[in-house]
């Protein structure tokens, strides 16, 4: 695969930068780098705080028994993405610090605008799984960012933690479209009866 021997590729190169010094200009791309992973770390540290106190309103308001127990089901995963995060923070040294995630802000204030339009049940239902699956996407972008970041500076272990919680984003996504699908159908079901 491409990417792989692309990473590895580059992962090389910044370990021999950082073991002599000798490439000047390498040296200072990883350390841009990892200012980068850095920077996205405390804004995704953010973005799952937020998300916390975010999804117990969207449980409350959906009516679906699958969809309720789609969305504790990530609730109870977020919590453990954030403790995630901070062993990432952990590992490279650094205290866990959260910086406010425009995206992610916009991104919940735009869901809440959303479930204040719709009327309880079905809509509501397919309002909080459109504005669900948003956040699960700005999430999947930003872990898989984040990880490649880790995989070139040659933090595996990081990487690893950060695919992880990328999986979980990526089948929580999953689970929403399937919830869709199978309200779609029901309701196709219910209009032939
Ligand atoms: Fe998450
Ligand atoms: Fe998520």
Not at 58 to 63: Q, V
Not at 101 to 112: F, N, R, T, V, Y
């Amino acid at each position: 695969m491409a990417t792989t021997t692309n990473s590895e590729g580059k992962k090389k190169s910044t370990q021999q930068n950082g073991s002599n010094g000798e490439r000047e200009n390498g040296a200072m791309q990883s350390s841009q780098l990892m200012k980068l992973f850095e920077n996205g770390l405390k804004d995704i540290y953010w973005a799952e705080k937020a998300l916390i106190k975010a999804l117990p309103k969207m449980i409350k308001k959906a009516t679906s028994q699958e969809l309720i127990e789609a969305l504790e089901h990530h609730l109870s995963e977020t919590e453990g993405q954030i403790e995630r995060v901070e062993k990432v923070f952990g590992i490279l040294n650094k205290k866990a610090v959260a910086k406010k995630c425009d995206a992610m802000e916009g991104l919940l204030k735009e869901g809440e605008g959303i479930m204040e339009e719709c009327e309880d049940g079905s809509m509501m239902d397919a309002g909080i799984i459109a504005a669900g699956q948003k956040i699960e996407h700005y999430e999947i972008a930003s872990y898989g960012t984040l990880r490649a970041f880790a995989e070139t500076l040659g933090m595996d272990d990081v990487a690893q933690l950060l695919e992880e919680t990328l999986e979980e984003e990526k089948l929580a996504d999953e689970k929403l479209t399937e919830v869709a699908l199978s309200a779609v159908n029901v309701e196709a079901a219910a209009e032939e009866n």
